[in-house]
């Protein structure tokens, strides 16, 4: 099936959007001060804390392409708040009757009279590139710096960011009182183009620095295992041991399903068939169907059809940003990773990509499109922010497609992150947004074993912290630093929010002393350490301006990003065989935990703790991995910020399609 193919007929399915857009932030009326002379309304939350005096970098120059939101607040959100809960809670009489996107736009979204006000001014000041969805929750649009500058009266400069240049307004934008009056939020800095996909290569944290002339001489050669502990190898003395288990190689699709108790489903026709599975990410891969069909024919697995893949896509054209937001080829691997992952799991499942035309807007853009159709009633969902360091603004739009897709019975997956409690990027503690929003399904990660038998070996929650082994004067081995060493190779994410508050399902579960009457991240975890990850086949962009890729290769994927498409996926599978669907999966997951806490599978603390040999790739150094080492964040008995109440299964997902009373 050819790209353009399934493009077409995608985008002549799923209409809605006035035009094209690109990315941002939003801001609310929270953050609105006074009408200046009862004209203007200034947003001083617009402002990010990072639009500092000292680290302001000087003017934007006045064509700079600039992307904004504005946010446009519900008509009830207290009504959508409630239709949400009643509809996602066991025991409730509304549980599972959602409404249709058309009921639920005509009864919370705003009015097309505050759009067409909105919209107007906009074009009056000059801006024309504007894009609306069917829900009209918010308005992106797009236009030279001056242009946005004079329409909101502020002037925007540049910021350095860690080692980013931003751009942001240096003072507080405002909106006529007229205006200010429909509005629940305004952004325009460049802060959300920060967002990434929580994907880690293999090989990431130990990668040559560019100026390594060759590679180091092994001091423990080790060989990939294609199954846990197919290898093993002497080790410097750790945790009362002289020898572990070397990394291991890339699961294939059928060790996935076997491990996760699909195998004998999938063979019985149990696939997913009949369901459809969202992807969102940025932009698109040119070379997404012949790949995942290389992949799937090396693997004996089912090819893509126009039955199980579709997209909806924007044109190279419409790419915007691609700089701020790491490129195309910067995100070519997570859809692929989340591709091929997910088919892997439910080969017959539909899979619906839709990309973003950036990582800001763009992905709301995307968002909305499968909302406002209702596209999908599962969807992945495999980036984040660093932490939840958006504005309020921000925070406070997006959770209002948050209600919207829970209340049209429409689950979200995301995934927690992969920087652990973030702590190394902010300097404090903090879980991933999108993921902490009390009404998604956020996922966390484990490092899984699986047997030469496809079952599992171990699971432990995915930390891995690398320790490089020297060759003392006298020639025997040691390690760099004191174990577990000083080099975090990712975990997930997790961890209290600052944001929201605890929400009703997690009460009495997640301990007080943990949540302190805050809403945690993660709920559920699933398969995300790259020393013990999934193998993807891929043809890589080696020219961002054309799009050529280079030659088929397969590499080795983790991070979090895995463990969301592989739940999602699942979901899927769950629901074909329950007849049922899901929707918001919390109150239902939480509230079989409360009941049934055996059906949860667990992931505690290893003692000694597990051990991986690796050798990089590309500098040859060797190294000690320990598992289970995510920064400040742990596992536990119960409930832990790691892997929230334990790691998904088929068993679990199944008991979670039939609901409870």
């Given at each position: 099936?050819?790209?353009s193919?399934?493009?077409s007929?995608?985008?002549r399915?799923?209409?809605?959007?006035?035009a094209t857009?690109a990315?941002v932030?939003?801001?609310?009326?929270?953050?609105?001060?006074?009408?200046?002379?009862?004209?203007?309304?200034?947003?001083?939350g617009a402002?990010?804390?990072?639009?500092?005096?000292?680290?302001?970098?000087?003017?934007?120059?006045?064509d700079?392409?600039?992307e904004?939101?504005i946010?446009?607040?519900?008509?009830?959100?207290?009504?959508?708040?409630?239709?949400?809960?009643?509809?996602?809670?066991?025991?409730?009489?509304?549980?599972?009757?959602?409404?249709?996107?058309?009921?639920?736009?005509?009864?919370?979204?705003?009015?097309?009279?505050?759009?067409?006000?909105?919209?107007?001014y906009?074009?009056?000041?000059g801006?024309?590139?504007?894009?609306?969805?069917?829900?009209?929750?918010?308005?992106?649009?797009?236009?030279?710096?001056?242009?946005?500058?004079?329409?909101?009266q502020?002037?925007?400069?540049?910021?350095?960011?860690?080692?980013?240049?931003?751009?942001?307004?240096?003072?507080?934008?405002?909106?006529?009182?007229?205006?200010?009056?429909?509005?629940?939020?305004?952004?325009?800095?460049?802060?959300?183009?920060?967002?990434?996909?929580d994907?880690?290569?293999?090989?990431?944290?130990?990668?040559?620095?560019?100026?390594?002339?060759?590679?180091?001489?092994?001091?423990?050669?080790?060989?990939?295992?294609?199954?846990?502990?197919?290898?093993?190898?002497?080790?410097?003395?750790?945790?009362g041991?002289?020898?572990?288990?070397?990394?291991?190689?890339?699961?294939?699709?059928?060790q996935?399903?076997?491990?996760?108790?699909?195998?004998?489903?999938?063979?019985?026709?149990?696939?997913?068939?009949?369901?459809?599975?969202?992807?969102?990410?940025?932009y698109a891969?040119p070379?997404?169907?012949?790949?995942?069909?290389t992949?799937?024919a090396?693997?004996?697995e089912?090819?893509?059809?126009g039955?199980?893949?579709?997209?909806?896509?924007?044109?190279?054209?419409?790419?915007?940003?691609?700089?701020?937001?790491?490129?195309?080829?910067?995100?070519?691997?997570e859809?692929?990773?989340?591709?091929?992952?997910?088919?892997?799991?439910?080969?017959g499942?539909?899979?619906?990509?839709?990309g973003?035309?950036?990582?800001?807007?763009g992905?709301d853009?995307?968002?909305s499109?499968?909302l406002?159709n209702?596209?999908?009633?599962?969807?992945?969902?495999?980036y984040?922010n660093?932490?939840?360091?958006?504005?309020?603004?921000?925070?406070?739009?997006?959770?209002?497609?948050?209600?919207?897709?829970?209340?049209?019975?429409?689950g979200?997956?995301?995934?927690?992150g992969?920087?652990?409690?973030?702590?190394?990027?902010l300097g404090?503690?903090?879980?991933?947004?999108?993921?902490?929003?009390?009404?998604?399904?956020?996922?966390?990660?484990?490092?899984?074993?699986?047997?030469k038998?496809?079952?599992?070996?171990?699971?432990?929650?995915?930390?891995?912290?690398?320790?490089?082994?020297?060759?003392?004067?006298?020639?025997?081995?040691?390690?760099?630093?004191?174990?577990?060493?000083?080099?975090?190779?990712?975990?997930?994410?997790?961890?209290?929010?600052?944001?929201?508050?605890?929400?009703?399902y997690?009460k009495?579960?997640?301990?007080s002393?943990?949540?302190?009457?805050?809403?945690?991240?993660?709920?559920?975890a699933?398969?995300?350490?790259?020393?013990?990850?999934?193998?993807?086949g891929?043809?890589?962009i080696?020219?961002?301006?054309?799009?050529?890729?280079?030659?088929?290769?397969?590499?080795?994927?983790?991070?979090?990003?895995?463990?969301?498409?592989?739940?999602?996926?699942?979901?899927?599978?769950?629901?074909?065989?329950?007849?049922?669907?899901?929707?918001?999966?919390?109150p239902?997951?939480?509230?079989?935990?409360r009941?049934?806490?055996?059906?949860?599978?667990?992931?505690?603390?290893?003692?000694?703790?597990?051990?991986?040999?690796?050798?990089?790739?590309?500098?040859?150094?060797?190294?000690?991995?320990?598992?289970?080492?995510?920064?400040?964040?742990?596992?536990?008995?119960?409930?832990?910020d790691?892997?929230?109440?334990?790691?998904?299964?088929?068993g679990?997902?199944?008991?979670?399609?039939r609901?409870?009373?």
């Amino acid at each position: 099936m050819s790209r353009s193919t399934t493009t077409s007929r995608s985008i002549r399915a799923a209409v809605g959007i006035v035009a094209t857009a690109a990315s941002v932030i939003g801001l609310s009326m929270i953050g609105a001060t006074g009408a200046s002379a009862a004209t203007r309304v200034a947003y001083s939350g617009a402002v990010p804390s990072w639009a500092k005096s000292a680290n302001d970098a000087g003017a934007a120059a006045a064509d700079t392409s600039v992307e904004g939101e504005i946010y446009l607040p519900l008509r009830d959100k207290g009504g959508a708040v409630a239709l949400a809960t009643a509809v996602s809670t066991p025991g409730n009489r509304q549980y599972r009757h959602p409404l249709s996107p058309a009921t639920w736009i005509s009864r919370y979204s705003p009015t097309q009279a505050t759009v067409t006000t909105v919209v107007d001014y906009l074009k009056a000041s000059g801006i024309t590139t504007i894009t609306v969805p069917k829900s009209r929750q918010y308005v992106v649009f797009r236009g030279p710096a001056a242009t946005v500058a004079a329409a909101f009266q502020t002037q925007l400069h540049h910021y350095s960011i860690k080692g980013e240049k931003l751009l942001a307004p240096s003072s507080k934008p405002s909106l006529p009182a007229s205006i200010a009056s429909r509005v629940q939020g305004v952004t325009i800095d460049q802060g959300r183009t920060l967002t990434h996909p929580d994907s880690v290569k293999q090989n990431s944290a130990t990668t040559a620095a560019p100026t390594a002339r060759s590679l180091a001489t092994p001091l423990i050669p080790t060989t990939c295992s294609t199954y846990a502990g197919q290898y093993k190898v002497t080790i410097p003395a750790a945790y009362g041991k002289t020898t572990s288990d070397t990394y291991l190689c890339g699961y294939t699709p059928k060790q996935l399903r076997s491990a996760y108790g699909l195998d004998k489903l999938t063979k019985a026709g149990v696939d997913g068939r009949g369901q459809t599975v969202a992807i969102i990410d940025a932009y698109a891969s040119p070379s997404i169907v012949q790949d995942a069909n290389t992949y799937a024919a090396a693997n004996g697995e089912p090819l893509l059809t126009g039955k199980t893949y579709q997209q909806i896509v924007p044109t190279p054209a419409q790419f915007t940003d691609q700089e701020l937001c790491g490129f195309p080829s910067g995100w070519q691997g997570e859809q692929t990773l989340d591709v091929e992952s997910a088919h892997a799991i439910a080969p017959g499942a539909k899979l619906l990509y839709v990309g973003g035309t950036n990582c800001g807007g763009g992905l709301d853009v995307a968002m909305s499109n499968i909302l406002d159709n209702k596209l999908a009633n599962i969807v992945s969902n495999s980036y984040g922010n660093t932490g939840e360091n958006v504005s309020a603004n921000a925070l406070q739009g997006t959770v209002n497609l948050h209600l919207q897709a829970a209340g049209e019975g429409i689950g979200l997956y995301f995934s927690s992150g992969d920087s652990g409690d973030e702590v190394a990027n902010l300097g404090y503690a903090s879980p991933d947004f999108p993921a902490s929003s009390p009404w998604v399904t956020s996922v966390g990660g484990t490092s899984l074993g699986i047997d030469k038998n496809g079952k599992k070996a171990y699971e432990t929650g995915w930390g891995s912290t690398l320790d490089k082994i020297q060759k003392g004067s006298t020639g025997e081995l040691s390690y760099t630093s004191p174990l577990p060493g000083a080099l975090f190779g990712g975990g997930a994410g997790g961890g209290v929010s600052a944001q929201f508050a605890q929400p009703a399902y997690q009460k009495g579960i997640v301990p007080s002393s943990l949540a302190n009457g805050q809403r945690v991240s993660p709920d559920l975890a699933a398969l995300a350490d790259p020393y013990t990850g999934f193998a993807i086949g891929i043809r890589p962009i080696v020219d961002d301006t054309t799009l050529e890729t280079g030659d088929y290769s397969q590499e080795t994927y983790g991070g979090t990003s895995l463990a969301s498409p592989i739940t999602a996926a699942m979901m899927s599978v769950v629901q074909q065989s329950t007849r049922s669907t899901i929707g918001f999966a919390n109150p239902t997951v939480y509230g079989l935990y409360r009941v049934a806490p055996a059906l949860f599978a667990d992931v505690l603390p290893a003692n000694p703790p597990r051990t991986l040999a690796y050798t990089s790739a590309t500098s040859g150094n060797s190294y000690l991995i320990t598992l289970d080492r995510d920064s400040s964040l742990t596992t536990a008995k119960g409930y832990d910020d790691v892997t929230g109440l334990g790691s998904i299964s088929f068993g679990l997902a199944t008991s979670v399609g039939r609901g409870h009373k």
